[in-house]
């Protein structure tokens, strides 16, 4: 069974401080790993995705994540954050089931 | 809008009552799935449509909750016999298989609160 793991409940930055957020998965096989945003109030947005090819990818609003596979890791990186980038964040997986496993998400607050 | 469309989007219900929400998938989008999801934690998986058939469904859809896609477009899951611990927020999101990625797209969801 895969399964992920978000290891940061709750992050705290600075405005231009730069972000990391951790995800690290279970599973054998192939995977394709994915990072969702959800603001506050809204919907799951895909922010990227990751499913072959070049392991560092570049997703919308300056976000990039890079697959270690190696490490089983997917972590989520922005060089300068924002005050709009407060929400949550959830790491998840995708690997032989078509559904995504989710991890329990980490919930980054910008301070202006 | 052309997103996955999720109704209603709050139901507050007595505790024994059923309830049942309604999604539409994105159009031509052959998979659906729907999620729950409690404060503080991500979604959890709950069943998976391919066009109309049922391929997959979860430990934690008990015998109370019932998921259909009659004619491979909009679903419906319904709850009966409603409990305080089917408060939640239900997702439903769609996928194609034209898509080798199979990126996943997610509704506003159904937020259900058991009284």
């Known amino acids: 069974a895969q399964s992920v793991s978000q290891h940061n409940h709750h992050v705290i930055l600075s405005e231009a401080a730069s972000l990391e957020l951790g995800c690290n998965y279970s599973y054998g096989g192939t995977v394709n790993l994915f990072w969702y945003v959800q603001y506050p109030g809204q919907h799951l947005q895909l922010l990227l995705k990751?499913?072959?090819?070049?392991?560092l990818v570049k997703g919308i609003k300056g976000f990039e994540a890079e697959f270690i596979k190696s490490k089983f890791s997917f972590n989520l990186r922005k060089p300068s954050v924002q005050w709009s980038d407060t929400a949550e964040y959830f790491c998840a997986v995708t690997g032989s089931a078509r559904q995504l496993t989710f991890g329990s998400g980490t919930q980054l607050t910008v301070l202006p | 809008d052309t997103g996955v469309s999720q109704n209603p989007r709050h139901k507050i219900t007595k505790r024994g009552q059923n309830v049942t929400f309604r999604c539409d998938p994105i159009?031509?989008?052959?998979?659906l799935y729907w999620y729950r999801q409690t404060l503080g934690q991500g979604p959890e998986f709950l069943t998976y449509f391919q066009n109309e058939a049922q391929l997959e469904k979860s430990r934690l859809l008990s015998d109370r909750f019932s998921a259909e896609r009659p004619k491979g477009s909009f679903s419906t899951l319904e709850i009966q016999r409603t409990e305080q611990g089917d408060s939640a927020m239900y997702l439903c999101a769609s996928s194609s298989r034209l898509d080798s990625g199979n990126t996943i797209y997610f509704g506003e969801g159904s937020w259900l609160t058991v009284v």
């Open positions: 159009s031509e989008h052959n998979r």
């Open positions: 990751y499913f072959s090819g070049d392991p």
